[in-house]
């Protein structure tokens, strides 16, 4: 884990080994904070390695932290996302301390991914995507973040192999929508929660006034850290920072890193826009703007962001995805390419390939039979109905294959022989003994055009895991 470690010595009076609630057996502190702690630990009743977060006994007198530290459990079990730490359990601790499990996380902050240097430009859009699809769905519950940052954004390695992005700490959420989640108590309008180099203007006048649109504010503060390795609003002093929001504006991205494309500096430009109206209204519209700069493996996310603004009905104009470029003719797909496969011929040429192969069979069948017939005395027949709608057909899937059309070859009667005699001469394209089997005679007429074969890339060495670079020695 990217957090500090605190050995075995007591935190709040937790230690390591210890047995919390009669079935959470402590394994290490993964970290501590001015409220809380988090610790790792194994479920003994289902084997399940877990992580619990409990506040400070110091804390526990305080009505608010209490409440703060409750409202996190009750929003983080509404929602479902996939992009969200789940919520296993909750209860209270032998202390009075109230606790609640969540899924263990092994990974990274963003925070730590920051502090190594920017990000690539299309995994710091990928990023801010994912995080999108978590706040979609907080979102449409009526529930605002209110505190995101890289630091509430933990990347963990995913079943598939992928980076996933997971949003934490919804304690200091706003809920809207009572009848989602319970609140048990209103954000003070005098108090400042969150971290203020990621709070919108209108966060710092009140936290009460706040709607969707401060998180979007934060998302583009976090994708310009991201790419810069550095936040926009930057001061030791709080009050600083405070008049840095409200009056000025931040240093183009292109400033620190040239190589941004244009769009995607108006697309931070719009998400931080002091007048909120200005802001994109809802998470679809940031991530189908940011959708041209990110990685293809981004559409689902995407989609999935926009099918849950939709399904809420958080978004006033009808939203689509802008379908995927289409793959130049006779191209090797992405899939093809990068695993150095063969590529698909173009859907004409291909059938055209097969019209010609049709029409070679047929023709040289007729042939053939007219050739036995000859040889055993029996006259010549005429072309049958079906032979020479077999010829017209193939002539007529070649015209409408691709290429030049080809017009319709008539089947010809071979030439009339007296009983018992052979033909003067045999024809040019039949050996001089046929095999029983006249289908497995090798063609002669038009070749077939082969199937291209993409050349197998050289592929370099894989990149080192982020991840384990990421990870203190343990």
Not at 80 to 86: D, F, I, P, T
Not at 162 to 186: H, M, P
Request: hydrophobic share 45%; charged share 15%; with cysteine.
């Amino acid at each position: 884990m990217s957090v500090p470690q605190y050995g075995s010595g007591p935190v709040a009076g937790v230690t390591e080994g210890q047995v919390l609630a009669g079935k959470y057996r402590v394994e290490r502190v993964l970290g501590a904070g001015g409220m809380g702690v988090v610790v790792a630990a194994h479920h003994l009743h289902l084997d399940e390695r877990v992580a619990i977060k409990f506040l400070l006994p110091g804390m526990l007198a305080n009505a608010d932290a209490v409440s703060l530290f409750a409202r996190e459990a009750r929003a983080a079990v509404k929602i479902k996302s996939e992009n969200v730490a789940r919520i296993l359990d909750v209860g209270t601790l032998e202390t009075g301390a109230p606790y609640m499990v969540m899924e263990y996380l092994d990974g990274a902050d963003l925070g730590t991914w920051v502090q190594r240097g920017p990000l690539p430009i299309d995994q710091a859009v990928d990023f801010v995507i994912q995080a999108c699809v978590a706040i979609a769905e907080a979102h449409g519950l009526g529930i605002i973040h209110r505190d995101l940052k890289p630091s509430n954004l933990f990347c963990v390695r995913g079943a598939d192999g992928r980076l996933k992005i997971k949003v934490l700490d919804f304690g200091i959420s706003k809920v809207t929508n009572l009848a989602a989640v319970r609140s048990t108590s209103s954000t003070k309008s005098g108090a400042l929660l969150g971290s203020p180099r990621y709070m919108s203007p209108e966060h710092m006048q009140s936290a009460k006034a706040v709607d969707a649109r401060t998180d979007i504010w934060a998302l583009g503060i976090v994708l310009y850290e991201l790419l810069t390795g550095r936040p926009p609003f930057a001061s030791e002093m709080v009050a600083e920072i405070i008049i840095q929001i409200a009056t000025h504006t931040p240093d183009p991205l292109r400033t620190f890193r040239p190589e941004v494309p244009e769009g995607l500096e108006s697309v931070f430009r719009k998400c931080t826009e002091k007048d909120r109206d200005r802001r994109y209204p809802n998470v679809a519209e940031l991530a189908l703007a940011l959708l041209p700069y990110a990685p293809r493996s981004s559409k689902a996310a995407v989609e999935k962001i926009v099918g849950i603004v939709q399904s809420f009905g958080l978004s006033a104009t009808a939203l689509s995805v802008p379908p995927s470029p289409a793959v130049a003719s006779g191209a090797p797909t992405a899939t093809q390419s990068a695993l150095g496969g063969t590529a698909v011929p173009p859907v004409a040429g291909r059938g055209r390939a097969i019209a010609i192969l049709v029409a070679a069979v047929a023709l040289f069948v007729a042939a053939a039979a007219g050739w036995h017939v000859s040889r055993s005395g029996q006259a010549p027949r005429a072309a049958t109905a079906s032979e020479t709608a077999i010829a017209s057909t193939a002539s007529a899937s070649i015209a409408t294959g691709g290429g030049t059309p080809i017009p319709a070859i008539p089947l010809a009667n071979p030439p009339a022989n007296p009983p018992g005699t052979l033909p003067a001469t045999l024809p040019a394209n039949l050996p001089a003994n046929p095999p029983a089997n006249p289908s497995a005679t090798p063609r002669s007429h038009a070749p077939v055009p082969a199937t291209a074969t993409a050349p197998a890339p050289t592929r370099p060495p894989p990149p080192a895991d982020p991840l384990q670079a990421l990870k203190p020695h343990q």
